[in-house]
């Protein structure tokens, strides 16, 4: 059974760093596209970043772009989203998920994990 489970989430104040982990199980990294996504209280989720199956091609919402570095150790079935310079409007559920192919479409996911919290504030 395919599952992914984040962990790394918490609070920290504006300016702070965070790492994300999202560990998969039941399918290896190898062929799968894996897409952070965030849902604050009241919005729609976002994706965030994306890494792709095998050449470790990136993409950055531009909200993030500079700050929130994602990648992949397959040894590991790890994805990472290494979060910098926070801001209060970063606070949100962050998600990881596994899509078949290259996409930032909510949809487009098959397979969620169940999130984590991360909160930006003083």
């Known amino acids: 059974q395919l599952q992914l489970v984040e962990s790394g989430g918490g609070l920290v104040q504006p300016g702070g760093s965070l790492r994300l982990s999202c560990v998969v199980s039941?399918?290896?990294?190898?062929?799968?596209?894996i897409g952070w996504f965030r849902q604050a209280p009241g919005k729609e989720r976002e994706g965030v970043s994306c890494?792709?199956?095998?050449?470790?091609?990136?993409y950055y919402a531009d909200s993030v772009k500079g700050r929130f570095t994602i990648s992949r150790d397959n040894a590991k079935n790890t994805v990472y989203l290494q979060m910098n310079s926070l801001k209060p409007e970063d606070t949100a559920v962050y998600y990881c998920?596994?899509?078949?192919?290259?996409?930032?479409?909510?949809?487009?996911?098959?397979?969620w994990g169940q999130g984590t919290q991360v909160t930006v504030s003083s």
């Open positions: 998920a596994a899509a078949d192919k290259w996409t930032m479409w909510t949809e487009e996911y098959d397979y």
């Open positions: 890494i792709s199956s095998d050449d470790g091609i990136t």
């Open positions: 039941g399918f290896t990294l190898d062929y799968y596209v």
